[in-house]
């Protein structure tokens, strides 16, 4: 977000598409940028958790085409964290010109990229995988400052198949973290291990 000046663009417009484990964190670092965020996805489902608890200011259903006209060359940002195959011209409509469209999911084919709306609209694509130590340190400091911190659901190593499942099923609210200590041994000896043993490891569809 800071190498595509989003840091200092408050008050520009923000959409984030996908609301999942990069998707989560997307919006709450973009508000504490100062900008207004859209969190953009295929249903109204996850719409009052992206508003009232993750602070979003607006919510739009990519399916719904009347909102996606109404919304034509409103936005000045898209991360765009969705793994799974989709079109990318529906999201280069929604920006403005010299807007910025930046990859960050993964998916296994390769995606259509629409060249007719990227020149006429002056656009950029990007995309970005982690930072180096000192870009990571920048931004654990960042959100310390802002108490900005992954929502995640905590379970145990026999958990792990469905976890699994349900991670396939896009359903986890918004990363689950293996409490590995507390796995392998039981409640009477757990303290014993404590300085040995890692309490925790996240798992979700990216890394």
Known sequence: MKYYGMAEESGKHLGVNGLGGLGHIAVKIGKAFGLRVTVMSRSSEKEREAIDRLGADSFLVTTDSQKMKDATGTIDFIIDTVS????????????????????????????????????????????????GMKE??????????????????????????SAMDRLAKSDVRYRFVIDVANSLVTDSSAENLEDHVDHEVSITSRF
């Open 84 to 131: 799974a195959e989709h079109a990318l011209l529906p999201l280069f409509s929604l920006l403005k010109v010299s807007g910025k469209l930046v990859a960050l999911g993964l998916p296994e084919k390769p995606l259509e990229l629409p060249i007719f709306p990227l020149v006429l609209g002056r656009n950029m694509v990007g995309g970005s995988q982690i930072g």
């Open 136 to 161: 990571t340190q920048e931004m654990l400091e960042f959100c310390a400052k802002h108490n900005i911190v992954s929502d995640i659901e905590l379970i145990k190593m026999s958990d792990i198949n």
